[in-house]
């Protein structure tokens, strides 16, 4: 008894100070904490490093705390991470080059959907509005004439006895 007693409070005393412990174990600047920020993690998908808890994320953090300890500047510290796992890596990536093709290409894409519906507008609109309307109306008229005196021929045709 006495000793399940002692091992329920040793784990329940564990358990309070893990967070403690884990606090305790990364102390990170606050200037470390914006570039991890500025990090895509490898291993999770749309997490920052600084919001990751993956081991390969916490050895960032302190690869970065080092690199900030040792002098290095914030661009510095990019850099390496930049060399190490590609452009990939930053969450903002620099707006040039190809990556500035993915962020002007929407745009453009969207200009040349309006112009082509713009144009697209104006030429019906042209259509609907041109003085050929009325003879076009009686085209039709003409043509619907033509159609019904037709059928007209071949229902006698089909009526008449045949010789």
Not at 29 to 50: D, F, H, K, Q, Y
Not at 119 to 137: C, G, K, L
């Amino acid at each position: 008894m006495k000793r399940s007693i002692l091992v329920s409070i040793l784990i329940v005393l564990g358990l309070l100070l893990m967070p403690t412990l884990a606090a305790a174990e990364e102390t990170l600047s606050p200037e470390a904490l914006e570039i991890a920020g500025s990090l895509n993690c490898p291993v999770c998908e749309g997490l920052s490093v600084r919001d990751s808890n993956s081991q390969l994320s916490q050895d960032m953090r302190a690869q970065i705390q080092r690199m900030l300890d040792e002098g290095k500047t914030r661009q510095e510290v990019l850099d390496y991470f930049v060399e190490r796992y590609g452009i990939g890596i930053l969450r903002e990536p620099p707006k040039e080059g190809f990556v500035l093709t993915l962020w002007w290409g929407p745009v453009i894409g969207l200009a040349v959907g309006v112009l082509v519906l713009a144009t697209f507008m104006v030429q019906r609109r042209a259509r609907r509005e041109r003085p050929d309307r009325e003879s076009s109306a009686s085209d039709d008229a003409d043509d619907l004439r033509a159609y019904e005196e037709r059928l007209r021929r071949e229902l006698d045709r089909m009526d008449a006895p045949a010789p």
